[in-house]
């Protein structure tokens, strides 16, 4: 079996191989298409051509669902072997919706995503979340929000906590304290940033505590070994741990509890304060902590381009990216619903377009989960 320097050498020689001798070779004998043979053949296990289901569309000729459907064409092209590509053509006719309602609603704010974002969240969506009528919106956010992946946990407290170093760029520090700003004032609230931020200080220092007393016992040890070889290799392993990975992992279950709506207790002196997201910050915490993140982060160049060609990717990686994917076509799909509804007679009310959305969502959530089940947040008894 291959240890990591050899599959990572076999992968960047695989990819500058189709380079240099393009297009007189495809990728499919590649051996950086390992991980997307192995997602084709999970995907034929289960019976299944693809992962995703579009909505079926009625007869309607209007120039924004026209926009919005030559993007969602686009994104369909690239399923079901690269959903990051997908989720960047669904992200661009987003980004034409928030200028659209910018447009038609007269709103004032600066002519920035960020700002049009913020507007669209406050005035439309968060307000569709507090009319019981629409009640299938916040049924649907509850149906994403139980299917996130751990990976997804993870990717939230890597982007908030986990330091770039001296030698990242400076847009990608900028970017991590944008992200925290955002945690801080529009997601979590103040309190609840600073308590989760606290527990993944106190895991990390745990690990590197645990972490120093095995190296310690090991030395003793070292000292009245004859052959101190397997020793010394386990302490230099122990030496070059990263004891943020399994920092992560702790802190993204947290993160998972959150986002799955579960009530999450933190210590506070000898009591608990317990947080809960409501379905508007869980409603913020999709757009601006995880849509408008993994956005800015493909747009900037802040990530390996092709993350499904890396020696490192795996299942997990798959399954993050399509659940940004089927978010961010959630949201968009919330959108242009008034417009479904206004150019058609097929619908009696706006209700009834949420309702055939919804229908797509479980579908879609229900595929993921039968793709997905392994990567799939689960609750577990030792958490609690």
């Not at 309190?191 to 190296?215: G, H, Q, T, V």
Request: include cysteine; aromatic fraction near 12%; charge should be neutral.
């Amino acid at each position: 079996m291959e240890n990591k320097e050899e599959r990572h050498e076999r992968f960047y020689k695989s990819r500058l191989e189709y380079n240099n001798i393009w297009p007189n070779k495809t990728l499919n004998n590649s051996s950086c298409t390992d991980l997307q043979n192995n997602f084709l053949q999970l995907l034929e296990k289960e019976s299944m051509v693809q992962l995703f289901s579009p909505l079926k569309f009625k007869d309607i000729d209007n120039p924004v669902i026209n926009v919005a459907v030559s993007y969602i064409i686009d994104a369909l092209d690239q399923l079901p072997l690269r959903p990051d590509i997908a989720f960047d053509q669904i992200w661009r006719a987003l980004d034409y919706q928030f200028h659209y309602l910018r447009r038609t609603r007269n709103w004032t704010e600066k002519n920035t995503s960020l700002r049009m974002m913020e507007q669209t969240l406050n005035e439309l969506l968060c307000d569709y979340l507090r009319d019981s009528k629409y009640n299938k919106i916040n049924t649907m956010l509850h149906m994403l929000a139980n299917i996130v992946p751990s990976q997804t946990g993870e990717y939230i407290v890597r982007r908030l906590f986990v330091e770039e170093g001296e030698k990242a760029a400076s847009h990608v520090k900028d970017h991590q304290s944008r992200i925290q700003d955002r945690f801080k004032n529009g997601i979590f609230q103040d309190s609840l940033y600073r308590e989760f931020e606290s527990r993944y200080e106190a895991i990390k220092n745990k690990l590197d505590s645990e972490r120093s007393s095995k190296i310690s016992k090991l030395e003793n040890e070292l000292k009245f070994k004859t052959n101190k070889d397997n020793t010394q290799r386990k302490i230099n392993k122990l030496k070059i741990s990263d004891s943020n990975s399994s920092a992560v992992y702790e802190a993204g279950r947290l993160a998972c509890y959150l986002v799955s709506g579960k009530t999450v207790a933190f210590p506070l002196g000898d009591n608990t304060v317990e947080y809960t997201l409501n379905d508007e910050q869980l409603m913020k915490l999709i757009v601006l902590g995880l849509l408008y993140t993994y956005r800015n982060e493909r747009f900037h160049g802040s990530i390996f381009s092709s993350v499904f060609r890396s020696s490192s990717a795996t299942l997990n990686t798959y399954a993050h990216a399509y659940y940004m994917f089927i978010l961010a076509y959630f949201i968009l799909l919330i959108l242009i619903a008034p417009i479904l509804h206004d150019e058609t007679d097929e619908y009696d009310s706006l209700e009834k377009v949420f309702d055939e959305i919804s229908d797509n969502i479980l579908r879609n959530t229900n595929q993921f989960k039968k793709i997905f089940s392994k990567q799939v947040f689960k609750p577990k008894k030792e958490d609690n």
